[in-house]
């Protein structure tokens, strides 16, 4: 097949081997090539930042409903707060969703006993660092 013949678009089956990293050995003696691994991964997904703990959290969405104020004659005021709030409420969930995303690759690829020593922590980026100190 010439390379002009080949799809660029990748079937779910090779993009599952495409983020896919062997676990991380206990003893860590594939320590160099397990970070590298997960690095590129991470990083092919968008998701670095969350890894190295410069994602920033949104910002709270605003109470909903609209907490009481005197009358007013626009029910378009409404409907704009309702639209800001649905706004903050997406930033939000794609945030933790990217967070449970990075936690997820990495929980995916250590032992148990890592995992039960990781899991209470904050976030991904705390997680990594807790890896990166066993190793």
Known sequence: MSPGTMSLNLSSANTANLYSVPKLAADGSNWITYKERILTVLGTRGLMRHLLGTARRPPAPPVWPRPPRPATPLA??????????????????????????A??????????????????????ASVWAAIVNEY
């Not at 704009?80 to 706004?87: C, F, N």
């Not at 690759?105 to 890592?114: A, E, G, H, V």
């Open 103 to 124: 936690r997820q690759q990495i929980y995916s690829t250590i032992s148990d006993t890592m995992l039960l020593k990781v899991k209470y922590l904050p976030d991904a």
């Open 76 to 101: 378009s005021a409404s409907t704009a707060y309702l639209k800001k709030v649905e706004e903050a409420e997406t930033k939000a969930d794609e945030y933790d969703q990217r967070e449970f995303a």
